[in-house]
């Protein structure tokens, strides 16, 4: 009866994720770029992905292409993508959006153009480890697997970035037990355009913001039998990393802000009213909510150590100038920290964004999002 159940399980898990295809047909992968002004980063990006293909055997079955979606460029983007898709050893191409500008709206474009068993959705600016595509193929020929999410780590970041990241890791690996995560980060997953295209269909003509949630989270809940795959690198930090490029401090305040904006979306539009849908998706979703709230707990933690801090001081006998003496050397240390690491600005951008998460819930409706930054 086990047998007959898990067989049972497999079929239903194979019709959730569409038509079989004809055995001896190659599975087509589509690498779907995403640019708006990356003049700067979108050389690196392709010919990372084109060295992942070149790795795959021709004996594989598999045949990739690479396609950037143009969204409104107004610098040289556009020109350094003809020229590596002249030079390249993949198939090439550009798609150009003149509809409305938006991260979301041209992401749509470039899955709803393709017609490939899978689609890559890889964000300027990221670098694949050479062995990425050979280590997705095992779940991609897999009919339970839907969705494929490489891990990511910063190349920029400290050692104390590089713990967070790892605990990341650590906790995602826990969800692939769940079915996987309901979030993922945003550089590169590859999905199956079969479940992909009904999860875009409900998730409608919304300008979502955090694409890397709203994405993942509504194929769990559509798709209770299918899994999403997260891969962690047996030798090196990740499978994904960025180009080393530090955003400047306004525009990493605004990115922090269109991130925190989307959470509250996806919370009010998502979360809340598909509760019950899933109870395993709740549950892993729900870590992602209590982190929205994060500036709020780190606020409570600095307040109380304050105060704790303030109080041994007054116990210890100390003059009123030896006191302000510790505690002006105390936030001069901070000052230094936030000037020369990128960590500790990049962490105060988010402490700020994420401290007007409940002006955002109230005002949702009139904000009008920024796609991009």
Not at 166 to 185: A, I, R, T
């Amino acid at each position: 009866m086990c047998t007959r159940l898990a067989r049972r399980n497999s079929a239903a898990a194979a019709d959730a994720a569409g038509p079989k295809s004809n055995p001896g047909a190659k599975t087509t992968v589509e690498l779907l770029v995403a640019a708006h002004n990356e003049e700067k980063v979108i050389a690196l990006t392709l010919r990372s992905l084109q060295t992942a293909i070149e790795r795959i055997s021709p004996d594989a079955n598999f045949e990739f292409k690479i396609t950037v979606g143009l969204d409104h460029c107004s610098d040289k983007t556009a020109t350094v993508v003809e020229s590596f898709a002249k030079t390249a050893t993949v198939s090439a191409g550009i798609l150009e959006n003149a509809g409305a500008a938006g991260k979301w709206y041209i992401l749509n474009k470039l899955i709803k153009q393709s017609s490939a068993d899978w689609v890559a959705l890889v964000d300027s600016g990221s670098i694949w480890e050479a062995d990425l595509l050979a280590a997705a193929l095992a779940g991609m020929q897999d009919g339970t697997v839907m969705g494929i999410a490489p891990s990511y780590s910063t190349s920029h970041g400290g050692a104390a970035e590089g713990l967070n990241w790892k605990l990341e890791q650590f906790l995602k690996q826990l969800e692939n037990s769940s079915g996987g995560p309901v979030s993922v980060h945003g550089a590169t997953v590859l999905y199956r355009r079969s479940t992909l295209l009904p999860a875009l269909a409900q998730l409608g003509g919304t300008l979502w913001l955090n694409d890397d949630v709203v994405i993942p989270l509504t194929l769990r809940m559509q798709n209770p039998a299918l899994n999403i795959a997260y891969m962690i690198h047996p030798t090196k930090p990740a499978f994904v990393s960025d180009c080393g490029i530090t955003a400047e401090i306004g525009v990493e305040y605004r990115r922090r802000r269109r991130m925190a904006a989307g959470n509250v979306q996806w919370i009010r539009g998502i979360f809340f009213p598909g509760f019950f849908t899933n109870f395993a998706v709740t549950l892993i979703a729900s870590r992602r909510v209590a982190r929205v709230l994060w500036a709020y707990w780190a606020l409570a933690i600095i307040l109380g150590s304050s105060l704790a801090l303030m109080e041994l001081l007054a116990r210890i006998d100390l003059s009123l100038l030896q006191r302000t003496g510790i505690e002006l050397s105390l936030g001069l240390c901070f000052v230094g920290l936030f000037i020369g690491s990128n960590l500790a600005r990049r962490l105060s951008m988010a402490f700020l964004s994420g401290l007007q998460v409940p002006r955002l819930w109230k005002s949702m409706s009139k904000e009008s999002g920024v796609s991009w930054v």
